[in-house]
């Protein structure tokens, strides 16, 4: 009877077979791993009683390092509560995580799975155990679907049944009601540079980093956004709103030239000591990855770099041809330049055949439009074809106020050269646009050196001329500033309508131009969530630090 009982004893405690969970390495391939125990077998972890379940990896799993173990589960009989049922997972050395069983915080009704994302300090992943506490109602359980390592992040995302969440994580309500989720590394994750990034957010929302405070516009449709570094600290996060998704992302900063990729209120407003490069950052616009957006130290190197393009492509009497440097001497390109593909391609094909010599700025310009596939030399002719996309400029040179200015009035000729929707309906108005006005604007375009002969350039630089503020300061723009500079001109001065001598201001050109600035206006706010002057989808509101 004793030998019986002690074989009894050993068969116990050797069983060994695979269970039900499913588990994936962090290259994705599938792993066995092993109940220790027949009632661990299943997956189902019940949570009336205080119990373990053992678990063995196949082989001891190697873990990259920044990665998570994602455990996948489905709660079962489980009423929302204070969550003193919490079951505990141990793996790794002296790592332990409560796995939730209350989502009510996140106010995810009908999420009836729930993946929990814990991160891994450990080089290894071979034994798991999981403890409940018990005290839970009877026909209470987790049903444990999978688990895989992933790549670590810190929040929650919601897929329609399913919520994604992380240790370090709160939500709540703000005290004007919204919804609220904030993060709050842990002090052995503060060290790292984090990218917050949200998805789906619906209407406007906040978020708060340290003393500041941004507010993220409306826009039409649930979009994305991800926030830089250099525009948080290290501590706590806040997102107040609607989102599918807040996260932080742990972001190892890429090699110089590869664009950053921001939203463009984030290049106006980001530290110089942050650039890769003193000369000048390089960013992709993330909404249109296509767009490229150089922010350049001074205008002198803009000009090394982009002055003989502003001849070629826009400059009344130099459009079509390559400058030498001896012409190009105490010339000033433009503060601002956009450059399309079929531009850019045509512009180095010229210089190829030309065998003309270009300065190193633009050879280094012709690198990146390459790598970023803006131009794309064909293998049988050697000479280039247009990509996708555009280069946009802006200079540190500028005061913040052109800044926002330029980079609003480049970002829609951005949005003219990608986009055929918004080329038509461009077309479209300046086709209706008043006559007289029409013709005040193509003096004052001529008064800028543009080559108005170019239709396609006209209709472009009306659109952004136009669109680069809101609508009463276009009336302003147009109907004071602008008129004022072709009344000082006696050959220009007949193209401008009746003055009013009491105001000082040219009433036609004002209303005019403040009516098409609100119909460009209305159309980017319905495409793209933007307005006339603005084409971010974020701002700071006031700055607290001391």
Not at 266 to 271: G, H, R, V
Not at 314 to 330: A, S
Not at 387 to 397: D, E, H, K, P, V
Not at 399 to 427: K, M, P, W
Request: include cysteine.
């Amino acid at each position: 009877m004793k030998l019986l009982a002690l074989c009894l004893l050993l068969t116990g405690c050797s069983f060994r077979e695979p269970s039900a969970i499913s588990f994936y390495d962090a290259k994705g391939s599938l792993v066995t791993i092993n109940a220790l125990s027949k009632r661990a077998q299943s997956g189902t972890i019940t949570l009336d009683r205080e119990r373990n379940y053992r678990y063995e990896i196949e082989y001891p799993v190697s873990v990259p390092p920044d990665m998570s173990l994602a455990l996948t589960y489905t709660l079962k009989g489980l009423p929302q509560h204070d969550g003193s049922s919490e079951p505990v997972i141990e793996f790794g050395t002296n790592t332990s995580y409560a796995l939730p069983v209350d989502t009510s915080f996140f106010d995810v009704k009908a999420a009836a799975r729930l993946c929990y994302v814990m991160p891994v300090d450990a080089p290894v992943l071979h034994t798991l155990v999981i403890t409940t506490p018990g005290g839970a109602p009877p026909d209470t359980a987790l049903q444990l679907e999978s688990m895989q390592l992933v790549p670590r992040h810190l929040g929650y995302e919601r897929r329609d049944d399913l919520l994604i969440v992380t240790p370090y994580v709160h939500g709540g309500q703000s005290p004007s009601g919204t919804r609220m989720v904030s993060i709050t590394p842990p002090e052995t994750e503060k060290g790292r540079r984090w990218q917050f990034k949200l998805k789906g957010i619906r209407g406007g929302a906040f978020f708060e980093s340290g003393k500041r405070r941004y507010e993220i516009l409306a826009a039409q449709d649930a979009h994305n956004l991800n926030i830089p570094p250099w525009f948080f600290g290290t501590g706590e996060v806040v997102f107040e709103g609607e989102s599918d998704a807040v996260q932080l992302v742990p972001v190892e900063d890429i090699p110089f030239p590869e664009p950053r990729a921001a939203d463009p209120n984030f290049i106006l407003n980001m530290p110089r000591a942050a650039w890769r490069d003193q000369r000048y950052e390089i960013f992709r616009w993330d909404m249109f990855p296509s767009i490229l957006i150089f922010d350049m130290s001074d205008h002198a190197f803009q000009d090394k770099m982009m002055r003989r393009l502003a001849q070629y492509t826009e400059k009344k009497g130099y459009r079509g041809q390559l400058v030498c440097d001896v012409d190009l001497e105490g010339k000033h390109g433009w503060s601002a330049n956009d450059y399309r593909a079929e531009t850019l391609a045509n512009f180095y094909n010229l210089a190829a055949r030309k065998q003309f010599p270009l300065s190193s700025e633009e050879r280094e310009l012709e690198q990146i439009l390459v790598a970023e596939r803006i131009i794309l030399k064909n293998a049988a002719t050697g000479e280039y074809e247009p990509g996708q996309g555009a280069i946009l400029s802006i200079s540190r040179q500028s005061n913040q106020y052109l800044r926002t200015r330029f980079i609003v009035h480049e970002c829609f000729h951005g949005l003219f050269f990608i986009d055929s929707e918004f080329r038509a309906f461009s077309e479209k108005r300046y086709a209706q646009f008043n006559a007289t006005a029409k013709a005040f604007l193509r003096s004052y375009l001529d008064y800028l050196s543009y080559d108005i002969s170019d239709p396609y350039l006209l209709i472009n630089e009306f659109m952004s001329y136009i669109v680069q503020q809101t609508p009463g300061q276009a009336a302003d723009y147009f109907g004071k500033y602008a008129a004022e500079i072709i009344e000082e001109s006696d050959w220009r001065k007949p193209v401008l309508p009746p003055k009013d001598e009491a105001t000082g201001t040219w009433p036609l050109l004002a209303k005019a131009f403040e009516r098409e600035a609100e119909a460009f206006s209305s159309y980017a706010a319905q495409r793209w969530g933007f307005a006339a002057g603005r084409v971010w989808r974020i701002r700071p509101l006031q700055n607290t630090a001391d």
